[in-house]
């Protein structure tokens, strides 16, 4: 019997107060300093409705910050033209009349139209993609980790700091962030995701770090640890196959930095 196709979901990711942001960052920019103030939609407000463009642009060129609703149809890029980045709220649109993109091959995911309706608000976390779940547990886990990796290294600084300069060495060797995790997002779509967790996982490491005492150079390792763990939990399912792979997730997971924590999401 024939399994019938799965349907086709559109995502449209806000601002935390449910507006729409520009699709276009750097018209953004350029528009705000002429003082010009720029259209924007609250789905927040227009749930179960449909919503006509405030401002339609050119079809389906980039001819003003905000010109077109821009949807998503794969979860995992959905954060890529976020202004703010991280955190957003999320909706289930339908695009409705006419519908284009800047060039099907190159921009599968991608959907633009000038009208929609705005079918209902969804867990923010599928912006990350099916891990989402686990990414958000990290980031909200990891100014806690940070600040007990900080207090690790203060008991006994000489042993840690040798212990992070291998696993340093063993993460830049292999490429495992750069490379292994980065390529791993581009071919599953989910570089945005990616690119969006980083930042945050970065700097709220470091940030409780530096709080919790630990020197600059402590801080930098720290963050580094931060970002290749979540990366590591983002990219788990993908980065698995064969005892190579798994030794680079392990990597990514802080594997030969003895932590429980780390250890236990290294099996999850």
């Not at 528009?31 to 227009?46: F, K, M, Q, S, W």
């Not at 686990?134 to 100014?143: N, S």
């Not at 969006?196 to 709080?211: H, L, R």
Request: glycine residues 8%; aromatic residues 10%; proline residues 6%.
């Amino acid at each position: 019997m024939a399994h019938s196709a799965r349907p086709v979901v559109h995502y449209m990711a806000t601002r935390p107060d449910g507006t729409v942001p520009p699709t276009d960052n750097y018209l953004a920019r350029y528009y705000r300093g002429l003082g010009e103030t720029i259209p924007t939609v609250n789905l927040a407000d227009r749930i179960g409705e449909t919503v006509d463009h405030p401002s339609p642009g050119e079809r389906w060129y980039t001819d003003r910050p905000f010109g077109y609703f821009h949807m998503y149809t794969r979860p995992g890029e959905i954060l890529e033209r976020i202004e703010d980045g991280w955190p957003v709220r999320l909706f289930v649109v339908e695009p409705l009349g006419e519908t284009g993109n800047w060039g099907g091959i190159n921009y599968p995911y991608w959907l633009m139209s000038q009208q929609i309706r705005v079918v209902e608000e969804t867990d923010s976390w599928r912006a990350f993609g099916h891990r989402g779940v686990q990414v958000l547990a990290v980031l909200a886990q990891l100014p806690d980790l940070a600040r007990q990796w900080a207090t690790e290294w203060a008991a006994d600084p000489e042993s840690t700091l040798r212990a992070y300069k291998a696993w340093e060495k063993r993460v830049d060797r292999t490429r495992a962030l750069t490379g292994w995790a980065f390529c791993r997002a581009q071919y599953s779509r989910r570089e945005a995701a990616l690119q969006a967790a980083n930042q945050p996982a970065g700097d709220a490491a470091a940030q409780a770090a530096t709080e919790a005492g630990a020197d600059p150079h402590a801080a930098a390792l720290i963050r580094l640890r931060a970002r290749c763990l979540v990366a590591g939990q983002l990219m788990h399912d993908r980065i698995r196959n064969g005892d190579y792979e798994q030794s680079i997730r392990g990597l990514l997971l802080g594997a030969g930095l003895n932590t429980p924590d780390v250890a236990q999401a290294a099996n999850r």
